[in-house]
């Protein structure tokens, strides 16, 4: 099929390559030059596992293209995928959606023929219904163009895979038409035995906000969980894997840390939450907020165990924070909470140095107070104490023993519950960790 994706950011970009490599004719839409120009030439601005192979191969052969030009595009494709971003609006509640409608009325002028406009993009319930009464009003092809909204499920870190690989396609369609069109353009993927859910509009928006807040809940409750742990003495790895058992519960994002954080998860909890208050369902609200509640206070509960470790005044101390990345996978430093800690940790006088795999550039352009470095050693060195911000298995793979002797103190907080608390005490280090009881480091004697 002849396809557009509008929007070329951390989700139109691996869209857009996915799509190519099922065998459509690909045209990419986005508003900077400079990413554009990149993009042409086979370079992603954005890490993820097999992008870069994509687009190289793609762009060369001529299947996957980008351009600045909305009227290119709708000359050029048959289904226009609306990737544009929706953040927080100025409420800090509810998703500024002007991104979507912005695209729609640029392109809609174009759309001279049949098509169909699906939109990815994360926004509130009842978008799907305007953005059809919209585009129809404003297009020459008029009702011949079906607005579907089928959002997208994808983790960062694995876009190319969820996008060609997905768990399931949910497709919000108002005409057989537009839902011939969907089966069509994932034809590959559900001959795969991808299950595809047809429902209504407003049921896909809404399913998309249910998912992403269900796993913010569920961080939420073993992050609150993990907190009855400390004070109780208990240990939440073991109480996790208890509980995960249970079918009905599952290990799943119950991961105890520093929060959850990213482009997606932060403003999708605070937008359903808006959604509940909105439909006057007030008891759902109150639910959403308390999940809100308890990871907004993550990043200074964090704060508070790194100055418990060190023991000590922060103003002067040295910290090696490892990892700036929301998750591991990704360079996306968006409501990063390692980054929060760092900055925390930074305003109550620390000297703060930051290790990453691949977000360095990122984490440097949002915190450029913040010192950084290349080499985890580095980073290390003269450190008073260690901080696990990101569950990257580098750092797992962390050999303690040539750590020891670099920092000041052998003191390592564990935000992300990774490291092998026997192997590092065995090293000689003392390990603090989310919910679980301190490990003391093991006293050699001569």
């Known amino acids: 099929m002849r396809v557009s994706v509008i929007g070329c950011g951390h989700l139109g970009i691996p869209h857009a390559a996915a799509m190519a490599h099922l065998g459509h004719q690909v045209i990419g839409v986005d508003t900077d030059p ?24 793609h762009t060369a052969s001529g299947d996957l293209k980008f351009t600045l030009s909305l009227q290119e595009a709708a000359e050029s494709a048959d289904v226009h995928f609306l990737a544009v971003g929706t953040p927080i609006d100025s409420d800090g509640r509810s998703y500024d959606t002007g991104q979507v409608f912005g695209a729609v009325r640029e392109l809609a002028p174009h759309l001279t023929r049949p098509c169909t ?74 001959d795969s035995g991808v299950p595809l859910f047809v429902m209504t509009p407003e049921t896909a928006e809404l399913t998309k906000g249910a998912a992403n807040t269900f796993l913010g809940l569920k961080i939420s409750y073993i992050n609150a969980v993990a907190d009855m742990c400390t004070a109780a003495g208990a240990d939440v790895a073991q109480l996790v894997e208890a509980l995960g058992i249970d079918p009905r519960i599952g290990h799943g994002g119950m991961r105890p840390g520093i929060g959850y954080g990213g482009g997606c998860l932060p403003k999708d909890v605070r937008a359903f939450t808006a959604s509940a208050a909105q439909l006057g369902v007030d008891h759902a609200e109150t639910l959403l907020l308390a999940a809100e509640a308890v990871n907004d206070r993550r990043p200074q509960d964090a704060v508070q165990l790194v100055a418990a470790a060190l023991d000590r005044n922060l103003s002067g101390a040295k910290i090696a924070m490892l990892g700036a990345a929301f998750k591991a996978g990704t360079n996306d430093v968006r409501e990063s909470p390692a980054l929060a800690v760092a900055g925390l940790l930074h305003q109550r006088g620390a000297r703060v140095t930051v290790h990453d795999p691949v977000a360095i550039p990122t984490a440097s352009r949002r915190h450029p107070e913040l010192e950084y470095s290349n080499h985890i050693a580095d980073a290390v060195i003269d450190a008073d104490v260690l901080v696990i911000g990101t569950e990257w298995p580098q750092y797992q793979e962390i050999n303690p023993e040539a750590l020891a002797h670099l920092a000041a103190s052998p003191t390592a907080v564990d935000f992300r519950n990774i490291l092998d608390r026997d192997r590092w005490t065995a090293a000689g280090w003392t390990v603090h960790s989310v919910g679980r009881p301190t490990t003391a480091r093991v006293e050699r004697h001569a």
């Open 34 to 57: 400079s990413k554009i120009s990149a993009l042409n030439s086979g370079q992603a601005p954005i890490y993820e596992a097999g992008l870069s192979d994509l687009l190289a191969k």
């Open 117 to 190: 406009i699906m939109g990815k993009s994360t926004v509130t319930v009842g978008t799907t219904k305007r953005l059809t009464e919209l585009v129809q009003r404003l297009a020459p092809a008029g009702d011949a163009v079906d607005v579907v909204w089928n959002p997208e499920f994808l983790r960062e870190g694995h876009a190319i895979d969820d996008t060609l690989r997905p768990d399931r396609i949910i497709a919000g369609v108002t005409s057989d038409r537009a839902e011939r069109t969907v089966r069509e353009v994932y034809g590959p993927i559900i």
